[in-house]
């Protein structure tokens, strides 16, 4: 499966929207409502499905789709 498919599939389980509607400018808290438990959640699911350790300075700068999906593809 393609990565960014695979991320907005995983971003799709923690918001009501589906991976058609989630684009790169969506905010994950104010547009997809997402709570502070709910970011470090997805954070540590995306570190489980794709293998990799994020930076959780770097990972909580993130506000956006499109920031996370390039943050992303630079760890993978």
């Not at 009501?16 to 970011?39: A, Q, W, Y």
Request: hydrophobic share 40%; with cysteine.
């Amino acid at each position: 499966m393609e990565q960014k498919t695979e991320f907005l599939e995983i971003v799709a389980k923690y918001c009501d929207k589906s991976v058609e509607e989630i684009t790169p400018e969506l905010k994950f808290r104010d547009d997809l409502g997402f709570s502070s438990l709910t970011f470090m959640t997805f954070l540590g699911d995306l570190e489980d499905t794709f293998d990799i350790e994020l930076e959780e300075e770097e990972a909580l700068k993130i506000t956006t789709i499109g920031e996370a999906l390039s943050y992303l593809e630079t760890l993978v």
